[in-house]
T-cell receptor
Framework: DQQVKQNSPSLSVQEGRISILNCDYTNSMFDYFLWYKKYPAEGPTFLISISSIKDKNEDGRFTVFLNKSAKHLSLHIVPSQPGDSAVYFCAASGGQGGKLIFGQGTELSVKP | NAGVTQTPKFQVLKTGQSMTLQCAQDMNHEYMSWYRQDPGMGLRLIHYSVGAGITDQGEVPNGYNVSRSTTEDFPLRLLSAAPSQTSVYFC??????????????FGPGTRLTVL
């Protein structure tokens, strides 16, 4: 029972264009959502988050959108840069002070 | 600050052997956790702790033990390694409040192979 799903294992985008990574969840009790970025041989690093009381959060080139009725969130990267090439994990928390449920990850490749 | 450190970086075990994966943080975080990452599965929570002397199970706790005697350290023990425990293990820490979420900081990982 995968509560957080990233259905696209990989995504390839041209430098300068928009990257859109998608994530779906099933548990309506989740109240906080996060995106983590992971380079090979390193631990995940926090990228951006959104509370369930909001529908958008922006930080520089990164924007996360939350659609609660569809139980869907997305990460937009504009413009995409080759250094953005990494695996992106979507994660959700149910307000239990730290427990995270992760999606399977999407590997983003940004081509020069 | 060193952040979250993990040792060793790589380990090969034979089936049935035991070992301890070490995790330490110098940020005075109350919350610490262990995840395993497997292809196509994302990161899955093994065990977590909200403070010294307090631990609890995550999604996939079987085959693993933890203890938390200090705020800084949170070792993960494999009592009798099995090939199914071949994975990359990540330790993470964060401040902790019961009613809200705090960003977790991850260590660099330990790649474990069980033959």
């Amino acid at each position: 029972d995968q509560q957080v799903k990233q259905n696209s294992p990989s995504l390839s985008v041209q430098e300068g264009r928009i990257s859109i990574l998608n994530c779906d969840y099933t548990n309506s009790m989740f109240d906080y959502f996060l995106w983590y970025k992971k380079y090979p041989a390193e631990g995940p690093t926090f990228l951006i988050s959104i509370s369930s009381i909001k529908d958008k959060n922006e930080d520089g080139r990164f924007t996360v959108f939350l659609n609660k009725s569809a139980k869907h969130l997305s990460l937009h990267i504009v413009p995409s840069q080759p250094g953005d090439s990494a695996v992106y994990f979507c994660a959700a928390s149910g307000g239990q002070g730290g427990k995270l449920i992760f999606g399977q990850g999407t590997e983003l490749s940004v081509k020069p | 600050n060193a952040g979250v450190t993990q040792t060793p970086k790589f380990q090969v075990l034979k089936t049935g052997q035991s070992m301890t994966l070490q995790c330490a943080q110098d940020m005075n975080h109350e919350y610490m956790s262990w995840y395993r990452q497997d292809p196509g599965m994302g990161l899955r929570l093994i065990h977590y702790s909200v403070g010294a002397g307090i631990t609890d199970q995550g999604e996939v706790p079987n085959g693993y033990n933890v203890s938390r005697s200090t705020t800084e350290d949170f070792p993960l023990r494999l009592l009798s390694a099995a090939p199914s425990q071949t994975s990359v293990y990540f330790c993470a820490s964060s401040p902790w409040t019961a009613s809200s979420y705090n960003e977790q900081f991850f260590g660099p990982g330990t790649r474990l192979t069980v033959l």
